[in-house]
């Protein structure tokens, strides 16, 4: 079988009988070793003491807040009081997949996006585990990854903010790269017929392009991801399709896939013209549907539910997953993970 996301520690995990996702301390000790959680060689003897000698040994630890309250630097116990916080957490919860329905239904806004989306990715790892589809998993990165919109000969690119970032900075520090022109985005590699095998070999890069438009293997991609997602935790059955319009009038139930989507959505919901380009910034709709009709609630019943995709004013687009959790109504009582 071919892996991807290898980075996300997906290996180094336990699973139940039901194949949710169990913590070892293998996952935990890759986890604090991540370089967002690497204490700087300036860091204060607490800090470093507390890393290094104590939780590198013993992740399952228990920190007190005392031993964060030592520390010298204010952003380091305030990042130290997030990560404490999140393991523990992680500890508490029976699954990870149940860890991120605790997150996602109540106290997701305490935690940084950093935290939420490496949870969201290791458990979407989890969820797809066994898919050949390279449309679907890059598809899906919009699940963990920040992606920068760019619109080129009729087309939307989506490339993963964080990598074109870098590949920008390299352009224009190259007098040579400076010349080619047009967007940079369009220097990577766009996902296609003919490099859809490569995915695999560099699925931890983050380095492919995705076409959001041309032959709809993207949009269907991200709806095949997003049914897995829910199917994964919720153990519901639905239909996403993508389509080019909301054709009803009167919506049922809409779900905003990010905050500009769900701002965009609650007004057009209110009955509220869009300000300036707001309708512009729609890169993506889904109609999704319920394949056993009694697990629709009355307010929905045989309607259609809309997802709205949506970017910020700056082009980018910041997919909240929680959102579908959160947001999808639907009868039956979500599992315990």
Known sequence: MKDFWVASGHHLLDRDEAGRLLVTDAFLKAYLARPELLPPETACEAELRLHHELLMHHPRRPVTREEIAAMEDADARENWTFMIDFRDLLL??????AAYLTLARGSAVKTPPLFMNQLAQVVLRNALDGEKDP????????FFRPQRVTFHDGTVLLADAESVELHEENRHASPLLNMLGGPAVTELDILDDANAATYFERSDA???VLNLGGSGAARRGL????IAWIRHLLALEVEIEPVDRIEDENWAWFVGLDAEATRIGNALWNGRELEGEAAERIVALFRLGFSDIREAPPEVGTGPIWLILAMTPDRTIRMKPQNLIAGLPYRVSAPAN
């Open 223 to 226: 709806a095949t991801a997003m």
């Open 92 to 97: 508490s919860a029976p699954t990870l997949e």
């Open 206 to 208: 983050f380095d492919m």
């Open 135 to 142: 449309y679907v998993l890059r598809a899906a990165e919009l």
